[in-house]
């Protein structure tokens, strides 16, 4: 599969001194799956906040809300998510649902991409092919937020269809680059949206609003065998189509 580990591009034709400062937050940046307990500041979180809030959208819509926890709400949170999660794994029968219609399915490139970047975190965390007990294990981080003293959810509104979702895309890019500069570590989990019943009841979302994703965030454990690995990117070939005539 055509990849590459994430490209050092400072001396690149056109780098300025901005430009070399987005380079660095983009190739260090990763999805946390592993934290420290000590939580984020609250006065540092809203600056976070407030940088993604220069996110760009359509007809400036801002269409987001977004819901943060902090101290004993993380708390009864991740209890209340994770307990759902085990009960649905010991009942065998799921009772997700979401708001947004999930991927029909991955094929081709975007499959080998998935199993490429699960079995780097299965190696990472001593999980071996076939033990599915440990695979199970492990998605079930998930619902424990990886031990993440914070955890937000993203919603649009629901009038505004395929393209306010899209202006959160823009919002949640632009939020965990806010995160990185701030030394926020961050994973963006489609695992929240999967569970929206349970997310709208717990923190009050009208039903207006469709849930998009949530995310975990903190300080990262980086002595965490989860944290030890990097996902790789496609090239650029494989990415980009030129037209020149």
């Known amino acids: 599969m055509p990849s590459v ?5 400072h001396a690149a034709p056109g780098m300025t001194p901005e430009s070399r400062v987005l380079s660095r937050l983009l190739k260090e940046r990763f999805s946390c799956r592993a934290y420290r ?18 996110a760009a959208s359509w007809c400036n819509s801002q269409p987001w809300q977004v819901y943060v926890t902090e101290g004993e709400a993380t708390e009864r949170f991740r209890k209340a998510f994770h307990e759902r999660a085990l009960a649905d794994a010991a009942a065998g029968s799921p009772t997700t649902e979401s708001d947004l219609p999930f991927p029909a399915a991955y094929k081709g ?5 998935q199993r490429e970047v699960g079995w780097q975190l299965y190696e990472a965390v001593g999980v071996a092919y076939g033990d599915r007990e440990g695979s199970a294990r ?24 395929v393209y306010g979702v899209l202006d959160c895309g823009s919002y949640l890019g632009t939020l965990l680059l806010a995160a990185q500069s701030l030394g926020i570590a961050m994973i963006p989990q ?10 709208r009841e717990f923190f009050g979302i009208p039903e207006n609003r469709a849930i998009v994703c949530g995310a975990s965030f903190g300080y990262a454990d980086m002595t965490h065998a989860a944290n030890s690995f990097r996902s790789r990117r496609a090239t650029l070939d494989e990415a980009v189509t030129w037209l020149n005539k």
């Open 5 to 9: 580990e994430r490209e050092d591009i």
């Open 37 to 54: 307990p000590d939580p984020v500041q609250h006065e540092t979180i809203e600056t976070m906040l407030r940088l993604a809030q220069n």
């Open 109 to 113: 490139i975007y499959k080998e991409r």
């Open 138 to 161: 492990q998605a079930l981080e998930n619902f424990r937020l990886f031990g993440a003293p914070h955890a937000l959810v993203i919603t649009t509104e629901r009038d505004l269809g």
């Open 190 to 199: 489609a695992a929240f949206a999967n569970y929206s019943p349970l997310l």
